[in-house]
């Protein structure tokens, strides 16, 4: 198993663009980086940097976070904490976003942050550290996905009440809704040839749908809010006495719009020169995730007619209430959620683009049981098809929480924002015990500066591990408490179960194919020499 090495950037004579338009010597290149690092070239580089944009925002998609998690937002902090959460979530994610770019840069894989955490833990403990942070990272892409189907699907079950007002949801109005959008969403992903321009479709769907809602809104709202009322209007409808706890739990809503940022680190091998274009990906997914959100949340509160319907609306969803107060007619109010359910299953599809790659990646080093069968690339469709409909599966039996817990979203939320953080945290603490100047560093890197943003990703995984666990309202009753806890302690168990029956004896136990290493490095240089 070879990590980055400073041999990777010999000197090769220049090459003409092939007939794809890529440089073949950039191709070449990034071939032979991967071999270095243990691994052959088993998918193609469909990817461009504005495709792994489209997948990478897709995911994150921070105003549609704002529409699909505002319940939990305007019940916990009101107008107040969603405008200065997405500023203070905002600022936490470029140091999030430049620990992952920095790694991405200098380690481009597919495997991400158990791949690093395999690099630069101590060699004791590197392979239990890569083998849990593989872990926690599929399973909070996995509740990512579960949360994107939850929120799209309550939007639509929110458009068909509206349309019908005499009609009182019930759980499974929810989950039906849930699992068609997985099972629809599921498709686009079964072709690889595809990929690239979905995702480029979804980004174009979702900024467009963006800025039809943020003009039409205030456009035909019929009276505007005043500037006190959307930058210092605090909302405690929580039941916490305590402000300050009430105001965190609220976070949950808009830290879940920041979510999600190493999802084009899985695309590695799917782009070329991943060194830079990842990096390029991830602090683009901030940077445009920040101007939506923040733009998008201020439009919306200034067009607020009635916050009280909100906080009390039938739908069950507050934007889609917040549209028919602004067009003052049900057809308008359903149009406009159409768009941020487009924008939804843009988001799905893009989230199964991600846990399909954890998934795959993870299997190839033995990661997970019944690796052999998962680690398959099917090679007449170019993805990996057993991981992905695994994943999938999983994703639908996580769909019957709701039908036992209203709060089931908010703990699905709360799941995937918390262990991916845990899962960057792992080979950034790593990172800063071996010490940042023994690695090999990418084009992107920071510097000192790097290193402050390190130590605010480990702080802000701490906080979260513990603050986000609260319940979101009290008094505390078995059908709305946070089951977050629990979430954690069955990852755990299986985790654990698996390491010590399977993982310590299989886990990276195969040598990661070192013949075919050499032979994709030979073959690499040989073509160099005829050329």
């Known amino acids: 198993m070879g990590g980055h090495d400073a041999s990777m950037d010999i000197d090769r004579p220049p090459a003409s663009p092939d007939e794809s338009g890529f440089d073949k010597s950039s191709l070449d290149q990034d071939a032979l980086k991967l071999a270095e690092m243990g691994y052959t070239q088993d998918m193609k580089r469909n990817f461009s940097v504005w495709s792994v944009l489209g997948v990478g925002f897709s995911v994150t998609n921070s105003w549609f976070g704002i529409s ?117 969403s599921y498709f686009f992903n079964c072709y690889g040839r595809i990929l690239p321009t979905v995702a480029s479709a979804a980004l174009y769907t979702s900024l467009l749908s963006f800025l039809i809602i943020l003009i039409a809104v205030p456009a035909k709202a019929p009276t505007h809010q005043d500037a006190k009322f959307v930058f210092a209007t605090f909302v405690n409808a929580t039941g916490w006495s305590q402000p300050g706890i009430a105001f965190i739990v609220g976070l949950i809503n808009t830290n879940w719009a920041f ?50 319907a909100l906080l009390n609306t039938a739908t069950g ?28 299953v843009g988001c799905q599809i893009a989230s199964h683009t991600w846990q399909s790659r954890l998934c795959w990646s993870f299997a190839r080093d033995d990661g997970v049981p019944g690796s052999k069968y998962l680690s398959h690339v099917n090679p007449r469709l170019g993805v990996p098809l057993r991981a992905h409909t695994l994943s999938c599966v999983i994703v639908a039996v996580l769909g019957c929480l709701y039908l036992g817990s209203y709060t089931a979203f908010n703990s699905m939320v709360t799941a995937c924002i918390v262990l991916l953080y845990v899962s960057y945290a792992v080979p950034v603490a790593c990172l800063l015990w071996k010490g940042r100047a ?23 995984t701490a906080f979260a591990l513990v603050m986000y666990s609260f319940p979101p309202i009290m008094p505390v009753q078995a059908g709305n408490m946070n089951y977050v806890s629990a979430v954690y302690g069955v990852v755990v168990a299986i985790v654990g179960v698996d390491w010590f029956v399977r993982g310590r004896r299989k886990f990276r136990s195969h040598g990661v194919g070192q013949a075919s290493v050499a032979e994709v490095a030979e073959e690499v240089r040989r073509e160099d020499v005829v050329r």
């Open 68 to 184: 699909a998690a505002m319940i939990t937002g305007i019940n916990s902090g009101g107008p107040l904490l969603i405008i200065y959460g997405v500023i203070l979530i905002a600022l936490l994610s470029i140091c999030v976003g430049s620990s992952l770019s920095e790694l991405a840069s200098a380690m481009p894989n597919s495997g991400g942050q158990y791949f690093w955490a395999n690099e630069l833990a101590p060699k004791k403990y590197a392979k239990f550290a890569s083998y849990v942070t593989g872990w926690f990272a599929w399973a909070g892409a996995i509740f990512t996905s579960a949360s994107i189907a939850s929120g799209t699907g309550s939007a639509i079950i929110g458009c068909w009440q509206i349309s019908h007002p005499d009609l009182i949801l019930k759980p499974w109005h929810t989950f039906v809704a849930y699992q068609a959008v997985n099972f629809f």
């Open 259 to 308: 979510a999600c940022l190493d999802c084009a680190t899985h695309l590695a091998e799917e782009v070329h020169r991943p060194e830079r274009m990842i990096p390029i990906a991830i602090m683009g997914t901030v940077g445009i995730g920040f101007v939506t959100a923040w733009f998008y949340s201020i439009s919306m509160f200034f067009s607020m007619q009635d916050l009280n």
């Open 317 to 344: 969803v507050p934007i889609l209430e917040l549209f028919y107060q602004a067009l003052g007619n049900r057809a308008g109010a359903v149009v406009l959620e159409a768009l941020v359910v487009a924008t939804g």
């Open 438 to 460: 023994s690695i090999q560093h990418g084009p992107f890197w920071l510097g000192k500066a790097g290193e402050a943003a390190n130590y605010v990703l480990l702080a802000w």
